[in-house]
Every structure is written in C-alpha cells, then in structure tokens.
C-alpha cells in the first residue's frame, strides 16, 4: 500500500504526514474541522463529519490502511471504515482507551497497579466510593477527557454533590489521589510482526492540567526503567497492537502506577524528533505500514518544551538559542491553553 488514511488532522496527524512523506507514502487525513494543520502537509485532506457516511467510505476507498491521532471517533464510523479498510491500532485498543473505566480494568487485569478507583454514576456511588478509596481523590469523565479537563478533584465527603453536577450527568470514575514523587511516560511501538521497540522514558511536567515539558532522561533507577519498559510491552502485546502507544505512569515509592495509556502518537514522545534517528512518527508510520520498527536507542539528551498560547511570543528568542529545534504547527491564532509548537533543546549524551 502507498496511502496511509489518518483520523485527525491536528498537530500530530501534521507530523505523521511529514514523517510517512519521508518514508515515500502518501497521506490522507479525515477531519471534521476547518483548515487543520495536518492539511498542510498531507497529499490529501476530507473536511467532513463523522457522520458523513459516504464521505467515509471514499476516503476508506482512497487509502490503503486506516490509523488515528484522534481517539474519539463515533463507533459507526469505525464499523463503516473497518469494513473498507484495515484499522490500526486495532478497535479494541481503541475501545479500551476511550474509556477510563474499560482502561483500568483493563490493566489490573493484566497484573499492572493503577490508582485505586470506582465507577461513579450517582451520588450514592460518589459517597460509597469516597468511603472506600478517602480524599483526596479525583473525580474524571469516563469518556472524552483531555488536557486534564473534565475532572475535579474532591478534598472532603461534603464536596461530593459539587463534583458530581460538575460531571454533567456523564459516567465517571473516581480515583484515589497519588501523592506521586513524579511522572513519566513511555513511548513504545509493536510492528506488525509482534515486536516491541521502546524509547527511554522521559520525564513529565504538566502546568494547569497540560504538558509543559518532557525531560530525557527521566529520575528512574534501572529497575524502574526496566519496569517501565516492560511494562508497556505488556500492554502492547496484550492488545495485539500495531503502532505507537503512550503510556503514562506514576512513579511512588511502591513502584510504578499506570495513570493512562494513548494509542497513538503522544505529546511527551515529540523529543525522539530530535533525540533518535527514527522518531515516533516515522515509528508509527513503520508499523501501521508493516515495515520492520527502527530501534528506539537515542543520540542525546533533550528537553522537550511545549509552546502554549503566548508562549509563540519567544519564538524570536528560541530561534537565536543554540541546539534548539523549533517545531511549528501552522495554527493562525494563539489561544489560551492551545498548543502552537514545541522545542527540543538537545544536549549530546555523554
Ligand atoms: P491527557 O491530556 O494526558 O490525556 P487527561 O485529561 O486524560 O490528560 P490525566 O492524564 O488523567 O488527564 O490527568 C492529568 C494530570 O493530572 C496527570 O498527568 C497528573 O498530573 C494529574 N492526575 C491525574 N490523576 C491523578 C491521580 N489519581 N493522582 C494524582 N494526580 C493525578
Ligand atoms: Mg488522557
Ligand atoms: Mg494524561
């Protein structure tokens, strides 16, 4: 096949198509928004909704093999594309992320600690919960969260009500508040032949529920790098995945906790552009394609730095900065909490 279809036309449907032209593969994204930045830079771009099925079906007649960089994609739509096309990462990594409660049973299931948790659909549910697993604790949406939002965190018994109305009548899931030291996430990828390539975990710091910055390498002893790793491939191989998977972790000091896992490219794996010869995009593209993943080794030392809102107001200052590489989404307007771009400011590895 030589068209890869893409889900998602934001910053990391953007890179993909950079990194699948690199590998000599065309790109076509499917996005319901206006001018995304993906369009850019892919050979193709769709502007239709979701619900558009004939919109879909030519676009699955169109490519030869489907993959995302959104998660929340309606599940007819999926039904109808995966009909056409194969999907990859599969439905039910998919499914299983799209979903916090799905996730963690998921995982504890695999053996993996989380935060201890519970649904939470009433108010009844909410006090049972807080009973069992105490404040603090954090309340989540099941479904559709990001960039920390959709969630409240409860301090006592008597803030239950406030935090449930603050769920819209959406499912929920309670969590037990980890008094973490600090987070890391790895970046792994399966290929189609089953094997797992990671990258060195790095270290994150999010501002305001958002990622700021992603630090290689991160504060892990070796049994906890080695942890992390092997755990991500459990996951992978758990799910029969094929591609790139995020996966963010919490680390205590009775180990490792799993907070989420992203079956996708992630915003704290933007520093391999950088730090590898082979990035997670071109990762990504390799294994959806079925050709063999590069290794995840890395060349440097980088801190990656999101670039939110003003933040585009440095962009003069970082392009004088030594061993700093810019990366630009393309987006018109800076908004509050949007991400416009990042660094990668890259040291050598000693
Ligand atoms: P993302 O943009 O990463 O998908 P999200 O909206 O899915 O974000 P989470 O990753 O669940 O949100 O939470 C965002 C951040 O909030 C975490 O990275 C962590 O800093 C903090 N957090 C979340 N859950 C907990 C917890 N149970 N205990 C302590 N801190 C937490
Ligand atoms: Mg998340
Ligand atoms: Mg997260």
């Given at each position: 096949g030589s068209t890869i279809g893409i889900l998602g036309g934001g910053q990391l449907g953007r890179m993909l198509s950079v990194a699948a032209s690199r590998l000599g593969y065309k790109t076509h994204i499917y996005e319901?928004?206006?001018?995304?930045?993906?369009a850019d830079v892919a050979h193709a771009c769709t502007t239709a909704s979701y619900d558009d099925h004939a919109a879909l079906a030519a676009f699955a007649a169109s490519v030869d093999v489907i993959t995302y960089e959104?998660?929340?994609?309606?599940t007819a739509a999926l039904d109808l594309l995966e009909a056409a096309r194969p999907i990859r990462p599969n439905r039910r990594a998919l499914a299983i992320s799209q979903d916090r409660m799905l996730e963690k049973d998921f995982l504890t299931g695999l053996g993996l600690t989380c935060a201890p948790y519970a649904a939470v659909n009433t108010l009844a549910d909410l006090e049972a919960a807080i009973a069992r697993i105490g404040t603090p604790a954090i309340l989540k949406t099941?479904?559709?969260?990001?960039?920390?939002?959709g969630q409240v965190r409860i301090m006592?018994?008597?803030e239950a009500p406030a935090a449930l109305a603050a769920m819209n009548g959406a499912p929920a899931v309670l969590e037990g508040f980890v008094s973490f030291s600090h987070e890391v996430s790895v970046i792994a990828a399966r290929g189609l032949d089953g094997s797992v390539a990671a990258y060195d975990p790095g270290e994150n710091v999010h501002k305001d529920g958002i990622l700021s910055t992603t630090t290689i390498?991160?504060?892990?002893?070796p049994a906890q790098r080695s942890d992390a790793v092997l755990l991500a491939a459990r996951i992978l191989n758990a799910l029969d995945y094929v591609g790139v998977m995020g996966v963010e972790l919490f680390v205590t000091p009775q180990g490792l906790l799993v907070n989420e896992i992203a079956p996708r490219v992630h915003n704290?794996?933007?520093?391999?552009?950088?730090?590898?010869?082979?990035d997670q995009f071109e990762q990504h593209v390799r294994a959806v394609v079925g050709l063999p993943l590069g290794d995840g080794a890395r060349h440097s030392d980088v801190v990656m730095e999101n670039l939110i809102?003003?933040?585009?107001?440095?962009i003069p200052a970082i392009l004088k900065e030594r061993h700093a590489a810019l990366h630009l989404y393309g987006k018109a307007e800076a908004r509050p909490?949007?991400?416009?771009g990042h660094v990668n400011r890259v040291r050598p590895k000693v």
């Open positions: 319901p928004g206006a001018n995304p930045p993906a959104f998660e929340n994609v309606p099941t479904r559709l969260g990001y960039d920390g939002k006592a018994l008597a390498p991160a504060r892990l002893t704290s794996g933007h520093w391999t552009q950088n730090g590898c010869a082979v809102g003003d933040d585009v107001d440095r909490g949007r991400k416009m």
